[in-house]
T-cell receptor
Framework: GAGVSQSPSNKVTEKGKDVELRCDPISGHTALYWYRQSLGQGLEFLIYFQGNSAPDKSGLPSDRFSAERTGGSVSTLTIQRTQQEDSAVYLC????????????FGAGTRLSVL | GNSVTQMEGPVTLSEEAFLTINCTYTATGYPSLFWYVQYPGEGLQLLLKATKADDKGSNKGFEATYRKETTSFHLEKGSVQVSDSAVYFCALIPQGHSGGYQKVTFGTGTKLQVIP
């Protein structure tokens, strides 16, 4: 596609429910990242994919968070048993090659846990 | 570890004022340095970058010079416009061998508001 696409753009859920956030990277980009941006905070790295593998998932805050990538393209971030502190904007980015250098970001998914 | 420190916002300026947003970093060697901008409701996009000491990155009237001696990469613009209102993030990628994965370290962001 022309840019990184994320869906949904907004998600409101009840505490304890599971949510899935989707990211469509730029076509041909092998590297994909997920970040979390909380109100008034910077970007918190969650996970890095190279192809379908995740060589760095050191930023996932708990075992309630998981992510996968299929076909070297679309990625899904899943949050199980959501908590209010999970409320944030979740950003996805992609880049070509091995991942160093410029990253291209989607507009994000704003998650609100009530 | 690596870190990026930005001046806290929000920064409020009148149109046509001079802008400086300070950024300092901690990293070994010669990291690559970036400024990203996030307009309301959008994702981050690259504004400019510099990959070696004394390089100046520039774009859309914004400039930043890579200063190794002060480990700084301050963002400047001579005359801001209302359309420059956004959040600005300083970031670095550590020096490393080519082709390898290098995690980007972002600053916390500085919100700029330009009033007419």
């Amino acid at each position: 596609g022309a840019g990184v696409s994320q869906s949904p753009s907004n998600k409101v859920t009840e505490k304890g429910k599971d949510v899935e956030l989707r990211c469509d990277p730029i076509s041909g980009h092998t590297a994909l990242y997920w970040y979390r941006q909380s109100l008034g905070q910077g970007l918190e790295f969650l996970i890095y994919f190279q192809g379908n593998s995740a060589p760095d998932k050191s930023g996932l805050p708990s075992d309630r968070f998981s992510a996968e990538r299929t076909g070297g393209s679309v990625s899904t971030l899943t949050i199980q048993r959501t908590q209010q502190e999970d409320s944030a904007v979740y950003l996805c980015a992609s880049s070509p090659g091995q991942g160093g250098g410029i990253q291209y970001f989607g507009a994000g998914t704003r998650l609100s846990v009530l | 570890g690596n870190s990026v420190t930005q001046m806290e916002g929000p920064v409020t300026l009148s149109e046509e004022a001079f802008l400086t947003i300070n950024c300092t970093y901690t990293a070994t060697g010669y990291p690559s340095l970036f400024w990203y901008v996030q307009y309301p409701g959008e994702g981050l996009q690259l504004l400019l970058k510099a990959t070696k000491a004394d390089d100046k990155g520039s774009n859309k009237g914004f400039e930043a010079t890579y200063r190794k001696e002060t480990t700084s990469f301050h963002l400047e613009k001579g005359s801001v416009q209302v359309s420059d209102s956004a959040v600005y993030f300083c970031a670095l990628i550590p020096q490393g061998h080519s082709g390898g994965y290098q995690k980007v370290t972002f600053g916390t962001g500085t919100k700029l508001q330009v009033i007419p």
